[in-house]
């Protein structure tokens, strides 16, 4: 049994996650193969999380790149309305992974599992109607890639919930893995048959349950480090008895954290040398894998977070969307941003309480939040920074972002 301490397991995430250490070699591609999955959400104030966990990890990599990387930009994209069955190259998808999700292309076959539980159980929110698969099927054959718009409409009325036929036909034809989300455009999912959007080894491939869960639990201890087996679970929403019966053929290493009350793993490579080097200094998107688990932040951050988007305003604590703020290997405060015209606005600035429980420790804070602010500013095309709302000393504050200001 291999012991370690808390502070080593919060280091060894740290570097998993590409928050330690050199940056991740290779780009926006290097960051979604380390991390295993980048979960999709449509809340946009600085920009997308899918945006932000690459300029998270990499720095202000052009958002145009970010989303060409994702989804091979416009050139591959009209590019798939010709292409013959079975000539797809790779790239991305979206699926069901922790929630919706950009996976790698080359884990299709590791979610042969889900695609087949749901076909098992012949719907998921909605029945679908007779027929419509079978025109879906057709449409997309002809002129695919689609959008729902496209294909006959997302809705049947007002109501976000509910459907039009086509959509529920589409987003079953998803679930079962006849169809790929290949991109998105303007939020859209942008719809094509597998036989098209796949490469045709990937697509012939059908592992069983066990392989596949084998795989996805052995990819979720290497984009964590080290992780209980509901961290593991959680990763790639899949269940903890699930995780029982395969973590031993996933290769992880049994290990025991100081503190931690449950049993956890570690990736053996993770353990093959100490977390050293730079730590990244960021504000995170709430759906960033290094926190999207509340109970794996708060026990290996000591970091207690909610997202407030759904909460009405006069219950809010924090703020709407309330970005973590990493800096020195440390979770120690929130920011809630906004944009006017070419000014970053924190609405809101929330520093965890050790973090100013000295002289020293408050200028240490103070300074890495200005340099996220003014780093996220640049990124997203502000040339000025305003804090409405904070416990910081004002003067101290000022001058930190005075001092950290782009020259």
Not at 72 to 78: E, I, N
Not at 81 to 100: L, M
Request: proline content about 6%; glycine content about 8%; overall charge positive.
């Amino acid at each position: 049994m291999v012991e370690l301490s808390a502070d080593e397991a919060r280091r060894l995430q740290l570097r998993a996650q590409g928050f330690l250490g050199a940056r991740p070699k290779g780009g926006v591609p290097a960051v979604l193969e380390r991390l295993g999955a980048v979960q999709l959400d449509t809340i946009s104030v600085l920009a997308r999380s899918h945006e932000l966990v690459p300029y998270a990890r990499l720095g202000p990599v052009g958002r145009e790149k970010i989303e060409a990387a994702y989804w091979g930009g416009r050139q591959a994209v009209s590019s798939r309305r010709s292409a013959k069955p079975g000539s797809a190259t790779g790239g991305t998808f979206e699926y069901w992974a922790h929630a919706a999700s950009i996976l790698p292309m080359a884990d299709w076959p590791l979610f042969a599992f889900r695609r087949r539980a749901y076909l098992r159980r012949g719907w998921r929110w909605h029945k679908v109607p007779e027929g419509v698969c079978d025109e879906i099927r057709a449409r997309l054959a002809a002129d695919g890639p689609l959008t729902t718009k496209e294909l006959g409409g997302a809705k049947a009325s007002a109501d976000w919930w509910d459907w039009s036929d086509h959509k529920i036909g589409i987003e079953w034809l998803l679930d079962i893995g006849e169809v790929v989300c290949v991109e998105r455009v303007g939020w859209r999912r942008v719809y094509d048959l597998a036989e098209r959007a796949v490469p045709a080894g990937l697509l012939a491939q059908d592992p069983d349950d066990d392989a596949c869960l084998t795989a996805l639990v052995a990819r979720a201890g290497r984009a964590l480090g080290v992780a209980t087996r509901g961290d593991l679970a959680d990763y790639y929403r899949i269940k903890q008895d699930q995780v029982d019966r395969v973590v031993e053929a996933a290769g992880l290493v049994p290990v025991e954290v100081a503190g931690w009350t449950q049993r956890a793993w570690a990736d053996p490579a993770a353990l093959a040398s100490p977390p050293k080097g730079r730590h990244a200094t960021a504000l995170l998107s709430p759906f960033d894998s290094l926190v999207w688990d509340r109970a794996r932040a708060s026990r290996v951050f000591g970091f207690d977070h909610r997202l407030e988007a759904y909460v009405p305003k006069a219950k809010r604590v924090h703020g709407y969307f309330a970005m973590p703020l990493l800096a020195g290997g440390r979770l120690i405060g929130r920011v809630d941003p906004a944009r006017e015209g070419r000014t970053l606005i924190a609405r809101q600035v929330s520093m965890e309480p050790w973090a100013t429980r000295t002289a020293a420790r408050t200028e240490s804070t103070t300074t890495a939040l200005a340099t996220a602010l003014w780093r996220a500013a640049a990124w997203v095309g502000c040339d000025d920074v305003r804090v409405e709302r904070t416990t910081l000393p004002p003067t101290l504050l000022k001058t930190a972002l005075t001092e950290t200001a782009p020259s």
